[in-house]
């Protein structure tokens, strides 16, 4: 059975198309519905309409290419806005489907099943407008975290700049609590994490079976964002398979992925291009 997710992030809008537990493929539209959320509290009217439109034209493609069933659920930025409920409003017009608007908590679990399934680990899912950090041992989750700080929020508070960036990031960091993942097996899903793994290898076209497994420690991630950061905008999409609408918020992405590496005194991730896609697919499918 063929099976489209739809995810609706704060970044961009994906499609994923899987079948028989198989990824066949994932496809991007960089929309940046969470443009501006941290000063308004509220999508842009723009904003809301060219995601909605992404969404509308990934469910006919879905229909075209045989999928049986598809899903759409939707992150941070619209349960977090004031006009959230809008967004749906507008989207189920334009096309008839439901979204699920999912929790903090049920955004880390789905992040947690797509990139270790059942297995004891944990992930750091670095989203546009929210982070999650989970951990499991022992087949029971040890810790949970999500915060409203991502690489959107990031950008529209502070730029591409250093020092901003990194008040920003520390002003939200205690957010998380205390907890050390020095012993864990760490993983990085989203596209920042998957973006510097395809820097690290050099890739002009982004390559999921390259990406997949990829590590990364925290130094090789700092230097990475203090590069990005010092990088023209315009000059980092020839560095490796970057979205161009990704360019300006990669750089404080990388740091934020890097202090957060050093709060959970976590040395080493590994990055997975497995995702929300397969772990929303799985929770609702029952295939776990």
């Not at 880390?108 to 989203?127: E, H, P, R, V, Y």
């Amino acid at each position: 059975m063929k099976i489209a997710v739809i995810d609706v992030g704060s970044n961009s809008v994906r499609l994923g198309m899987i079948a028989d537990g198989k990824t066949l493929y994932k496809s991007i539209k960089t929309t940046r519905l969470g443009e501006g959320l941290s000063f308004s509290g509220a999508i842009k009217r723009e904003a809301m309409e060219r995601s909605a439109q992404a969404v509308a034209f990934f469910v006919e493609r879905a229909k075209s290419e045989g999928a049986e069933k598809t899903y759409v659920f939707a992150t941070a930025a619209v349960r977090s806005a004031i006009n959230g409920g809008d967004f749906v409003s507008l989207t189920r017009g334009l096309c008839g489907v439901k979204i699920d608007v999912i929790s903090g908590e049920k955004e880390a679990q789905i992040g947690m099943l797509g990139a270790l399934g059942l297995s004891d680990g944990g992930m750091i899912d670095l989203g546009g407008a929210s982070t999650e950090v989970t951990v499991r041992r022992r087949g029971e989750t040890a810790y949970a975290k999500s915060v409203n700080i991502g690489a959107v929020r990031l950008y529209d508070l502070a730029g591409r700049d250093y020092a901003t960036l990194e008040k920003v990031i520390a002003d939200k960091l205690p957010e998380y609590g205390v907890f050390s993942a020095k012993l864990d097996d760490m993983w990085g899903v989203s596209g920042t994490a998957t973006t510097l793994a395809a820097l690290k290898h050099g890739l002009k076209e982004y390559a999921p079976q390259v990406v997949q497994g990829t590590p990364l420690t925290v130094s090789e991630i700092e230097n990475c964002a203090l590069t990005l950061l010092n990088t023209p905008v315009e000059k980092i999409c020839e560095l490796c398979a970057v979205d161009a609408r990704r360019a300006d918020i990669i750089g404080g992405g990388a740091l934020l992925l890097a202090r957060l590496m050093q709060k959970f005194e976590i040395e080493k991730i590994r990055v997975s291009d497995r995702d929300n896609l397969e772990g929303y697919l799985m929770l609702k499918e029952g295939a776990l």
